[in-house]
């Protein structure tokens, strides 16, 4: 696939610890104190379902922005996971690879993007296109330019 960069994941085997704080955010963040800290939670357990069969795939374009995702975006994408009605999935469609909303409405399956400047694609039979994956996660930052500068430390 041209324009696709799939990121494999490695080492899963190793827990990514974070402190997993007990108590809720609701508009703010308190100083967290240590007293606070519930336990260290895994990351790999929740990006990683199925590690063996799980990887990471960069977003390009906006047809999935009303979706909260955007151009330059780290996608987490199961391989093992069984696509089905409103799982984001990546697809393949006309030899070209793409990330859209798997929908079935009235028997019909589509895939639609979460912009209206881009049409659904009907698919009409199954073997028109091919699921790569369910996506699972969305990496999103919200200060630019860390994950763009460790992504391309990786060339």
Request: aromatic share 8%; net charge negative.
């Amino acid at each position: 696939m041209r324009n696709v960069e799939l990121i494999p994941v490695h080492d899963s085997q190793n827990p990514f610890l974070l402190p997993l704080f007990s108590c809720s955010v609701s508009a703010g963040f308190p100083s967290p104190a240590s007293d606070y800290t519930d336990e260290l939670f895994d990351l790999n357990r929740l990006l990683l379902r199925h590690p063996d069969a799980t990887y990471l795939v960069r977003v390009s374009g906006e047809s999935m922005k009303n979706a909260e995702i955007h151009e330059g975006d780290l996608l987490a994408v199961d391989k093992q996971m069984e696509a089905d009605h409103n799982h984001i999935v990546v697809a393949v469609v006309d030899g070209e690879c793409t990330v859209k909303r798997l929908v079935c409405e009235h028997g019909t399956w589509w895939l639609k993007p979460e912009n209206p400047d881009y049409k659904a694609w009907e698919i009409h039979d199954a073997g028109d296109v091919k699921i790569w994956g369910v996506v699972t996660h969305v990496l999103h930052e919200l200060i630019p330019g860390k994950l763009a500068a460790l992504l391309r430390t990786r060339d």
